[in-house]
């Protein structure tokens, strides 16, 4: 009877471990499945949130070309075209004249397009002397001017004799 009783113990031991190591094995299968599920789970969140700041953006940008339509009419109505730009030369001398400045030149520089070259600029630089306060008032002649213009650099010095030089460079803006 001890040996049947010893059998009944090790079958009833050995019938546990093995359905426990059974148990153990499953879950590290199963583990390793809800584990790559999780992660497709994730990645699919992730493309679907990707997808919707898409979605957004998209609108968005629909909208803001919308907008922009409006400002290229805008543009296309008060910029000068390419070839008017040349008349700027002669209003910039026309100004300095009027505010009283002497030895004044102007020059073009380099010219750029933007983009699908539908409005580019060209550099200038202007040179001028007189009185400070001319010097002042050509500046916001010329930023009254009908030209959009954007001064990228200006200095004003002072000579020995009292008066001022005044040398200004900037970009004019024209449609092509």
Do not use: C, W
């Amino acid at each position: 009877m001890d040996n049947n009783f010893r059998k009944k113990i090790i079958l009833t031991i050995g019938f546990g471990v093995a359905i426990v190591l059974f148990l153990i094995i499953l879950l590290f299968f199963f583990g390793r499945e809800i584990a790559s599920l999780s992660k497709n789970i994730v990645e699919s969140r992730q493309q679907i949130e990707k997808q919707n700041r898409d979605t957004t953006l998209f609108f968005e940008l629909r909208q803001n070309f919308e907008t922009a339509k409006g400002y290229e009419k805008f543009l296309n109505q008060v910029l000068p075209q390419r070839e008017e730009i040349f008349l700027f030369k002669e209003e910039v001398n026309k100004i300095s004249v009027a505010n009283n400045l002497e030895h004044s030149s102007f020059n073009f520089g380099s010219e750029s397009l933007g983009p699908e070259d539908l409005f580019g600029k060209v550099k200038f630089v202007v040179y001028a002397e007189g009185e400070y306060q001319n010097i002042l008032s050509f500046l916001k002649d010329l930023e009254k001017s009908r030209y959009f213009i954007n001064l990228s650099n200006f200095d004003i010095i002072r000579r020995e004799d009292g008066r001022f030089q005044g040398y200004f460079n900037g970009y004019v803006f024209f449609r092509s």
